[in-house]
């Protein structure tokens, strides 16, 4: 945990100077463009005025995702001090737990979230509640690729909600093979 969090600081600052130096770029070219009027037969100029512009806005995507990812595996790494219960955000748990893993089901399903906003914090040890919704997904992601044909796009939802006994319920969803019948009664 503390290696992760370590390499997700040292890979932020850099990330940060890259968005801050687009973020410059975007308005100058802008600036640029504007007085630039290439005439009918310059394919070339054409193409830049078109295109550039879109080209950049596609580098500050992915840059914010860079920072997305870093900063869920940063909070994603965390561990608690003494194994003490502590308040904790279980939907921000679940969108960290979905960028962390990302690649284990991006190629076989799409991922829903159904996230209650009105969710209360929980006490709990976060860095386990991690690791279990991340379990989850990537389970789900496994049972999709075992059952769908090869490619065949299955389906993961992700649901936080209240329940009605005071208790937070999380639940993972897929359309995969379900659970053998022979596993199935060994699971709880």
């Known amino acids: 945990g503390q290696l992760a969090a ?14 801050d130096h687009l973020m410059f770029a975007q308005e100058a070219v802008e600036k640029l463009l504007d007085s630039f ?3 009918e037969d310059d394919k070339e100029g ?9 080209s950049i806005e596609s580098a500050i995507t992915g840059n914010e995702r860079i920072t997305e990812i870093v900063a869920s595996m940063k909070r994603f790494s965390y561990k608690e001090q003494h194994h003490v219960l502590q308040p904790a955000d279980l939907n921000q748990a679940v969108l ?4 962390i893993c990302s690649n284990e089901w991006k190629d076989c399903a799409s991922l829903e979230k159904q996230l209650d906003s009105d969710l209360p914090q929980v006490d709990c040890l976060l860095s386990e509640i991690n690791q279990v919704i991340m ?27 209240s329940a009605d006994d005071g208790f937070v319920e999380i639940q993972v969803e897929d359309d995969g093979g379900g659970i053998p019948p022979d596993v199935g009664s060994k699971i709880f």
Not at 142 to 156: L, N, T
Request: charged share 25%.
């Open 46 to 54: 054409i193409f830049l005025k078109e295109n550039l512009p879109r």
């Open 96 to 99: 960290d737990a979905v960028a």
């Open 6 to 19: 370590g390499i997700a600081h040292e890979i932020r600052t850099p990330t940060q100077y890259v968005g």
């Open 37 to 39: 009027s290439p005439k």
């Open 135 to 161: 379990n989850l997904i990537i389970n789900a992601a496994q049972a999709i690729r075992e059952f769908k044909k090869p490619g065949e796009v299955g389906k993961i939802v992700v649901r936080t909600q």
